[in-house]
């Protein structure tokens, strides 16, 4: 999964401005404790970290 697409279903699933806020402030324990962005600036693949928000998060099953 690219960066960009990534991006693109937090900001369907979340709202364009809670998805920056949500991924800056929620901590994910299958993220080893992180959020979406230190799991990411860390080199966590984006379609793991995506795994992880499904996981926490309702998400709609055409996004997953």
Partial sequence: ???SDFWNRMR???GDAYAES???DYV???LDGRTV?????E???AKDVWRA????????AGLR
């Avoid at 962005?37 to 600036?41: F, K, P, R, S, T």
């Avoid at 928000?53 to 998400?59: E, G, L």
């Fill in 22 to 24: 949500w991924a800056r």
């Fill in 28 to 30: 994910i324990a299958d």
């Fill in 1 to 3: 999964m690219r960066l």
């Fill in 12 to 14: 369907l699933h979340f």
């Fill in 53 to 60: 928000v499904c996981k926490v998060s309702d998400v709609a």
């Fill in 43 to 45: 080199g966590v693949a």
């Fill in 37 to 41: 962005n230190q799991a990411l600036a």
